[in-house]
């Protein structure tokens, strides 16, 4: 089947800090992997994605690579901001229509 | 264009009222998607609706829940009978006709947050 799993959380940096939250998947198929971002109050974000295999998602400093022979896709960021602490869910996709998501990690950023 | 709007975004409701959660698409959108968020735990699927018809329903649970797009207006998730497990952040995503593609953007919205007493 299809499953997602993530780091666990939370996850506390000091600003400026290096970032990784590690995803690995299971899919039946090739899945597309994606990073949504989840601000507090808010509905989920499309960070970034990517469809095959070495594929490199980026957006806003963050990346992640498609890494088939891992099954991983792990976020990085090579400097964080306060303005990064989120929820951050890492989720893949199949022929399906529906996203698989996994539990989500939590980052605070602090000053 | 506005994003996915959804509401209302609290509801709360006591054992065994319903509860009825609206989303509007954006627009141009056709493909609406049901998600539900337990505390402390990722977004689960529940259903996949184009206007009017019902594409994939294999997250719903079996009994109370219930979903609709019709021709015109918001999308509707009916809860009968609420009890405590159905305390949850229910999210609506939508995306454009023509992208049943895996690498197609679906776009959420700030979702309901469902609580029971």
């Known amino acids: 089947g299809n499953s997602v799993t993530q780091m666990e959380g939370p996850v506390t940096l000091s600003e400026e800090a290096f970032l990784t939250i590690n995803c690995t998947y299971t899919?039946?198929?090739?899945?597309?992997l994606f990073w949504y971002v989840q601000y507090p109050g808010e509905g989920l974000q499309l960070l970034l994605k990517?469809?095959?295999?070495?594929d490199k998602g980026s957006n806003k400093g963050f990346e992640a690579t498609y890494r088939k022979e891992t099954t991983s896709f792990h976020l990085e960021k090579g400097s964080v901001q306060v303005s990064d602490s989120a929820v951050y869910f890492c989720?893949?996709?199949?022929?399906?229509?529906?996203?698989?998501f996994g539990t989500g990690t939590r980052l605070t950023v602090i000053p | 264009n506005a994003g996915v709007m959804q509401n209302p975004r609290h509801l709360v409701r006591r054992r065994g009222q319903e509860a009825r959660l609206r989303c509007s698409p954006m627009?141009?959108?056709?493909?609406v998607y049901w998600y539900r968020q337990l505390p402390e735990e990722g977004l689960k699927f529940m259903v996949y609706?184009?206007?009017?018809?019902?594409?994939?329903e294999s997250g719903m649970p079996k009994e109370r829940f219930s979903a609709e797009f019709p021709k015109e207006g918001p999308s509707i998730l009916r809860i009968q009978q609420v009890v405590r497990g159905d305390s949850a952040a229910y999210f609506c995503?939508?995306?454009?006709?023509?992208?049943?593609?895996?690498?197609?953007?679906?776009?959420f919205g700030p979702g309901t947050r469902l609580t029971v007493l």
């Open positions: 627009k141009g959108h056709s493909h």
């Open positions: 990517a469809t095959k295999a070495d």
């Open positions: 609706l184009q206007k009017e018809n019902i594409i994939d």
């Open positions: 995503a939508s995306s454009p006709p023509g992208t049943s593609g895996p690498g197609n953007e679906q776009f």
């Open positions: 989720a893949l996709r199949t022929g399906a229509n529906n996203l698989f």
């Open positions: 899919a039946t198929g090739y899945p597309s």
